[in-house]
């Protein structure tokens, strides 16, 4: 059994900051990636910015400058720091991790409950 579990979503004013952390526990044996996704009312689920094992870093165009990802592997947590808020980051973040199991082979997509991140103007 694997959880993710984010925390440090609210309400901020724009240009206000938050950081979002993500830890992944249970029986995990390795994890390839930890990203962040957004999805807004009405909008598909976007991937807005990802790290790799190998220390590999993307971000989507809208929130590159703005947002800093990073990664704990020892505590298998990943954090997404956000400055510079705009009213259209506004969205419910979901962490993600493509990661293998003890006992089980391959990779597989694990999704926190995701934390709502309100940017008022």
């Known amino acids: 059994q694997v959880q993710l579990v984010e925390s440090g979503g609210g309400l901020v004013q724009a240009g206000g900051s938050l950081r979002l952390s993500c830890a992944a526990s249970?029986?995990?044996?390795?994890?390839?990636?930890m990203n962040w996704y957004r999805q807004a009312p009405g909008k598909q689920r976007e991937l807005v910015a990802a790290?790799?094992?190998?220390?590999?870093?993307n971000y989507v165009d809208s929130v590159k400058g703005r947002f800093t990802i990073s990664r704990d592997s020892a505590k298998n947590t990943v954090y997404l720091q956000m400055n510079s808020l705009k009213p259209e980051d506004t969205a419910v973040y979901y962490c993600?991790?493509?990661?293998?199991?003890?006992?089980?082979?391959?990779?597989?997509?694990?999704w926190g409950q995701g934390t709502q991140v309100t940017v008022s103007s």
């Open positions: 993600n991790a493509a990661l293998s199991v003890t006992g089980r082979t391959g990779f597989y997509d694990y």
């Open positions: 249970g029986s995990i044996f390795s994890i390839k990636a």
């Open positions: 790290v790799t094992s190998g220390g590999g870093i």
